[in-house]
Protein backbone atom coordinates (compact mmCIF):
# COMPACT_ATOMS: atom_id res chain seq x y z
CA UNK A 1 0.00 0.00 0.00
CA UNK A 2 2.55 2.46 1.03
CA UNK A 3 4.39 1.50 -2.18
CA UNK A 4 1.47 2.25 -4.17
CA UNK A 5 0.54 5.70 -2.55
CA UNK A 6 4.51 7.26 -3.23
CA UNK A 7 3.84 5.80 -6.34
CA UNK A 8 0.56 7.91 -6.85
CA UNK A 9 2.09 11.20 -5.35
CA UNK A 10 5.09 10.83 -7.95
CA UNK A 11 2.70 10.67 -10.94
CA UNK A 12 0.79 13.42 -9.54
CA UNK A 13 4.05 15.61 -9.06
CA UNK A 14 5.14 17.43 -12.41
CA UNK A 15 8.68 16.40 -13.11
CA UNK A 16 10.95 19.14 -12.75
CA UNK A 17 11.75 21.05 -16.28
CA UNK A 18 15.28 20.78 -17.65
CA UNK A 19 17.79 23.81 -16.87
CA UNK A 20 17.98 26.19 -19.93
CA UNK A 21 21.19 25.15 -21.93
CA UNK A 22 24.06 27.37 -20.61
CA UNK A 23 25.16 29.64 -23.52
CA UNK A 24 28.50 28.63 -25.65
CA UNK A 25 31.67 29.96 -23.98
CA UNK A 26 33.15 32.94 -25.81
CA UNK A 27 36.66 32.61 -27.03
CA UNK A 28 39.39 35.11 -26.52
CA UNK A 29 39.38 36.03 -30.05
CA UNK A 30 35.49 36.94 -29.74
CA UNK A 31 36.30 39.30 -26.67
CA UNK A 32 39.54 40.67 -28.68
CA UNK A 33 37.71 41.09 -31.92
CA UNK A 34 34.85 42.66 -29.80
CA UNK A 35 37.01 45.32 -28.10
CA UNK A 36 39.10 46.46 -31.41
CA UNK A 37 35.37 47.18 -32.46
CA UNK A 38 34.65 49.46 -29.42
CA UNK A 39 37.59 51.29 -29.20
CA UNK A 40 37.40 51.49 -33.11
CA UNK A 41 34.24 53.04 -32.56
CA UNK A 42 35.56 54.77 -29.46
CA UNK A 43 37.40 57.01 -31.87
CA UNK A 44 34.13 58.37 -34.03
CA UNK A 45 31.65 58.11 -31.22
CA UNK A 46 32.87 57.77 -27.49
CA UNK A 47 29.43 57.94 -26.61
CA UNK A 48 28.17 55.42 -28.57
CA UNK A 49 30.94 53.45 -27.00
CA UNK A 50 30.12 54.11 -23.79
CA UNK A 51 26.69 52.51 -24.64
CA UNK A 52 28.27 49.53 -26.11
CA UNK A 53 31.22 49.15 -23.50
CA UNK A 54 28.24 49.00 -20.90
CA UNK A 55 25.96 46.71 -22.41
CA UNK A 56 28.95 44.17 -22.88
CA UNK A 57 29.67 44.81 -19.09
CA UNK A 58 26.13 43.72 -18.25
CA UNK A 59 26.73 40.36 -20.40
CA UNK A 60 29.86 39.54 -18.35
CA UNK A 61 32.49 41.13 -20.53
CA UNK A 62 35.27 41.05 -18.24
CA UNK A 63 38.38 43.23 -18.60
CA UNK A 64 38.02 44.02 -22.51
CA UNK A 65 34.93 45.41 -21.52
CA UNK A 66 36.49 47.40 -19.02
CA UNK A 67 38.89 48.54 -21.49
CA UNK A 68 36.63 49.87 -24.04
CA UNK A 69 35.21 51.66 -21.27
CA UNK A 70 38.15 53.29 -20.04
CA UNK A 71 38.73 53.88 -23.78
CA UNK A 72 35.30 55.24 -24.34
CA UNK A 73 35.84 57.38 -21.02
CA UNK A 74 39.17 58.83 -22.59
CA UNK A 75 37.57 59.96 -26.00
CA UNK A 76 34.54 62.04 -23.56
CA UNK A 77 37.32 63.36 -21.89
CA UNK A 78 36.26 61.48 -18.24
CA UNK A 79 39.57 61.21 -17.20
CA UNK A 80 39.09 60.61 -13.65
CA UNK A 81 36.43 57.82 -14.53
CA UNK A 82 38.39 56.76 -17.21
CA UNK A 83 41.53 56.18 -14.67
CA UNK A 84 39.13 54.12 -12.45
CA UNK A 85 37.90 52.12 -14.93
CA UNK A 86 41.25 50.80 -16.64
CA UNK A 87 42.58 50.56 -13.26
CA UNK A 88 39.75 48.00 -12.46
CA UNK A 89 40.40 46.21 -15.62
CA UNK A 90 44.05 46.43 -14.57
CA UNK A 91 43.47 44.83 -11.30
CA UNK A 92 41.20 42.32 -13.02
CA UNK A 93 44.17 41.46 -15.80
CA UNK A 94 46.40 40.96 -12.52
CA UNK A 95 44.52 38.52 -10.72
CA UNK A 96 44.10 36.57 -14.54
CA UNK A 97 47.85 36.81 -14.81
CA UNK A 98 47.12 38.31 -18.00
CA UNK A 99 49.74 39.94 -19.60
CA UNK A 100 47.54 42.95 -20.16
CA UNK A 101 47.61 44.27 -17.04
CA UNK A 102 50.46 46.46 -18.22
CA UNK A 103 48.54 48.14 -20.41
CA UNK A 104 45.75 48.66 -18.44
CA UNK A 105 47.97 50.12 -15.65
CA UNK A 106 50.03 52.30 -19.09
CA UNK A 107 46.69 53.77 -19.49
CA UNK A 108 45.22 54.33 -16.29
CA UNK A 109 48.36 56.63 -15.41
CA UNK A 110 48.11 58.03 -18.83
CA UNK A 111 43.80 58.89 -18.21
CA UNK A 112 45.02 60.16 -14.60
CA UNK A 113 47.92 62.72 -16.20
CA UNK A 114 45.11 63.93 -19.01
CA UNK A 115 43.39 64.90 -15.78
CA UNK A 116 45.92 66.61 -13.78
CA UNK A 117 45.84 63.65 -11.02
CA UNK A 118 50.21 63.33 -11.52
CA UNK A 119 50.45 61.23 -7.90
CA UNK A 120 48.21 59.14 -8.94
CA UNK A 121 49.33 58.51 -12.49
CA UNK A 122 52.86 57.79 -10.97
CA UNK A 123 51.45 55.25 -9.13
CA UNK A 124 49.61 53.60 -11.64
CA UNK A 125 53.07 53.56 -13.71
CA UNK A 126 54.67 52.00 -10.39
CA UNK A 127 52.27 49.30 -10.36
CA UNK A 128 53.01 48.73 -14.27
CA UNK A 129 57.00 48.65 -13.64
CA UNK A 130 56.53 46.38 -10.38
CA UNK A 131 54.60 43.71 -12.96
CA UNK A 132 57.08 40.14 -13.30
CA UNK A 133 57.79 39.34 -16.80
CA UNK A 134 57.67 42.79 -18.26
CA UNK A 135 59.96 42.78 -21.82
CA UNK A 136 62.66 45.70 -22.06
CA UNK A 137 60.38 47.21 -24.81
CA UNK A 138 57.21 47.71 -22.24
CA UNK A 139 59.82 48.93 -19.29
CA UNK A 140 61.64 51.36 -21.51
CA UNK A 141 57.42 52.61 -22.50
CA UNK A 142 56.76 52.95 -18.67
CA UNK A 143 59.89 54.71 -17.94
CA UNK A 144 58.77 57.40 -20.47
CA UNK A 145 55.53 57.52 -19.02
CA UNK A 146 56.71 57.66 -15.82
CA UNK A 147 59.22 60.69 -16.49
CA UNK A 148 55.99 62.82 -17.86
CA UNK A 149 54.38 62.09 -14.65
CA UNK A 150 57.61 63.35 -12.89
CA UNK A 151 57.58 66.17 -15.01
CA UNK A 152 54.38 66.91 -14.18
CA UNK A 153 55.26 67.14 -10.21
CA UNK A 154 58.30 68.94 -10.80
CA UNK A 155 60.70 65.98 -10.16
CA UNK A 156 63.15 66.83 -12.64
CA UNK A 157 65.57 64.11 -10.85
CA UNK A 158 63.05 61.25 -11.30
CA UNK A 159 62.22 62.50 -14.37
CA UNK A 160 65.64 62.53 -15.87
CA UNK A 161 66.68 58.78 -14.20
CA UNK A 162 63.60 57.95 -15.88
CA UNK A 163 65.04 58.91 -19.67
CA UNK A 164 68.05 57.72 -19.08
CA UNK A 165 66.71 54.05 -18.49
CA UNK A 166 63.60 54.57 -21.51
CA UNK A 167 66.53 55.03 -23.88
CA UNK A 168 68.67 52.48 -22.91
CA UNK A 169 65.82 50.14 -23.09
CA UNK A 170 63.43 51.36 -26.15
CA UNK A 171 66.51 53.71 -28.45
CA UNK A 172 64.22 54.16 -31.04
CA UNK A 173 61.25 55.60 -29.40
CA UNK A 174 61.75 59.36 -30.50
CA UNK A 175 59.38 60.40 -27.43
CA UNK A 176 62.01 59.71 -24.90
CA UNK A 177 64.70 61.72 -26.74
CA UNK A 178 62.11 64.47 -27.37
CA UNK A 179 61.42 64.40 -23.45
CA UNK A 180 65.46 64.19 -22.53
CA UNK A 181 65.98 67.45 -24.85
CA UNK A 182 63.20 69.13 -23.39
CA UNK A 183 64.53 68.81 -19.92
CA UNK A 184 68.29 69.28 -20.87
CA UNK A 185 67.62 72.37 -22.23
CA UNK A 186 65.44 73.76 -19.16
CA UNK A 187 68.39 73.08 -17.02
CA UNK A 188 71.02 74.64 -19.64
CA UNK A 189 73.06 71.35 -20.45
CA UNK A 190 73.06 72.43 -23.72
CA UNK A 191 75.12 69.52 -24.94
CA UNK A 192 72.85 66.88 -23.95
CA UNK A 193 69.74 68.97 -25.44
CA UNK A 194 71.11 69.07 -28.79
CA UNK A 195 72.64 65.26 -28.84
CA UNK A 196 68.75 64.10 -27.54
CA UNK A 197 66.97 66.47 -29.94
CA UNK A 198 69.22 65.24 -32.85
CA UNK A 199 68.70 61.52 -32.17
CA UNK A 200 64.72 61.76 -32.03
CA UNK A 201 65.20 64.40 -35.39
CA UNK A 202 66.56 61.13 -37.15
CA UNK A 203 64.04 58.79 -35.25
CA UNK A 204 61.14 61.10 -36.58
CA UNK A 205 62.63 63.33 -39.62
CA UNK A 206 58.81 64.53 -40.13
CA UNK A 207 57.98 65.18 -36.17
CA UNK A 208 56.44 69.21 -35.67
CA UNK A 209 56.60 68.29 -31.95
CA UNK A 210 60.52 67.36 -32.57
CA UNK A 211 61.17 69.92 -34.93
CA UNK A 212 59.47 72.75 -32.24
CA UNK A 213 61.79 71.69 -29.57
CA UNK A 214 64.95 71.91 -32.16
CA UNK A 215 63.69 75.69 -32.93
CA UNK A 216 64.00 76.30 -29.03
CA UNK A 217 67.21 74.76 -28.10
CA UNK A 218 68.26 76.43 -31.14
CA UNK A 219 66.81 79.63 -29.72
CA UNK A 220 68.32 79.07 -26.24
CA UNK A 221 72.05 79.02 -27.63
CA UNK A 222 71.29 82.39 -29.33
CA UNK A 223 71.03 81.32 -33.08
CA UNK A 224 68.12 82.50 -34.03
CA UNK A 225 68.32 81.26 -38.09
CA UNK A 226 68.56 77.42 -37.30
CA UNK A 227 65.71 78.28 -34.68
CA UNK A 228 63.37 79.87 -37.33
CA UNK A 229 64.27 77.18 -39.44
CA UNK A 230 62.87 74.42 -37.38
CA UNK A 231 59.79 76.60 -36.04
CA UNK A 232 59.17 76.81 -39.65
CA UNK A 233 59.28 73.28 -40.54
CA UNK A 234 56.91 72.49 -37.49
CA UNK A 235 54.31 75.12 -38.61
CA UNK A 236 54.12 74.00 -41.97
CA UNK A 237 54.22 70.16 -41.56
CA UNK A 238 51.39 70.11 -38.50
CA UNK A 239 50.10 73.69 -38.75
CA UNK A 240 46.83 73.10 -36.31
CA UNK A 241 48.93 70.94 -33.96
CA UNK A 242 49.21 71.92 -30.84
CA UNK A 243 53.62 72.30 -31.68
CA UNK A 244 52.50 73.51 -34.98
CA UNK A 245 50.33 76.56 -33.93
CA UNK A 246 53.33 77.07 -30.83
CA UNK A 247 55.95 77.49 -33.65
CA UNK A 248 54.22 80.27 -35.67
CA UNK A 249 53.60 81.73 -32.80
CA UNK A 250 57.35 81.90 -32.04
CA UNK A 251 57.94 82.80 -35.75
CA UNK A 252 55.94 85.95 -34.74
CA UNK A 253 58.05 86.38 -31.65
CA UNK A 254 55.57 85.41 -29.39
CA UNK A 255 57.53 82.46 -28.10
CA UNK A 256 56.72 81.27 -24.86
CA UNK A 257 58.72 77.99 -24.89
CA UNK A 258 58.16 75.64 -21.85
Not at 20 to 27: G, I, L, M, N, Y
Not at 104 to 128: C, H, I, K, T
Not at 192 to 208: C, M, V, Y
Not at 219 to 233: C, H, I, L, Q, Y
Request: proline share 6%; glycine share 6%.
Amino acid sequence: MLILLAAAVAAAVPAAAPPPPSAPPVSQAEHSARGATCAELANRDPAAAEAEARAWMATNGGMAARQCLGIAQSGLEQWAASATTFEAAAKEAQIARDPMAVVLWMQAGNAALAGDEAVRARGDFDRALALPGLSKEMQGEVHIDRARAAVALGDVAAARADLDQATILVPRDPLGWLLRANLARKAKDMATAFAAIREAAKLAPGDASIAYEAGNIAAASGNMEDAKAAWTRAAQTAPDSPAGQAAALALKGENGSK
